[in-house]
């Protein structure tokens, strides 16, 4: 009785670690999230043209960028996949994330300028998603 006692405890506790310690490893460790960038047909003549950076960024629930994807000089429509390479945050993964795409000749992400590209999924998609469409239909001003 007292062994069985003992071994559920020690069951108990490592059920709670794996748990407590071994969410965020997982999350970090099955991340990968592929889809395709496309422009919208009403700003095809906005596109940049050659040597243009292609950023697809995904950020978690509270808004802070946890991966990034770097395209050189795409033709779209263009395929990503985010994978735990990809990574810059890993700790601040979370099982739902938001996507963004931002299309620019300056490569510099984070600064929006005027001829800039930006396409934004509106709905959070998971940190295993398969055919996710982003639509680049803004351009900055």
């Known amino acids: 009785m007292l062994k069985r006692l003992a071994w559920l405890v020690l069951l108990a506790a490592a059920g709670f670690l794996a748990w407590r310690y071994g969410y965020q490893t997982a999350l970090k460790y099955f991340f990968r999230v592929t889809g395709t960038v496309e422009v919208s047909a009403?700003?095809?003549p906005a596109l940049p043209g050659p040597n243009s950076m292609l950023f697809v960024v995904a950020r978690n629930e509270g808004g802070?960028?946890?991966?990034?994807?770097k395209?050189?000089?795409?033709?779209?429509?263009?395929?990503?996949?985010?994978?735990?390479g990809s990574l810059i945050m890993p700790d601040l993964l979370t099982r739902?994330?938001?996507?963004?795409?931002?299309?620019?000749?300056?490569?510099?992400?984070g600064v929006i300028k005027r001829g800039d590209l930006?396409?934004?999924?509106?709905?959070r998609v998971n940190f295993?998603?398969?055919?996710?469409?982003?639509?680049?239909?803004?351009?900055?001003?």
């Open 42 to 44: 009403d700003i095809v």
């Open 64 to 69: 802070v960028p946890v991966a990034v994807k």
């Open 71 to 84: 395209i050189i000089n795409p033709v779209f429509p263009v395929k990503f996949e985010l994978t735990p």
């Open 96 to 109: 739902k994330i938001y996507l963004d795409a931002l299309l620019n000749t300056h490569g510099q992400l």
């Open 118 to 123: 930006k396409g934004t999924i509106k709905d």
């Open 128 to 141: 295993i998603s398969k055919g996710v469409e982003i639509d680049l239909d803004a351009v900055e001003k």
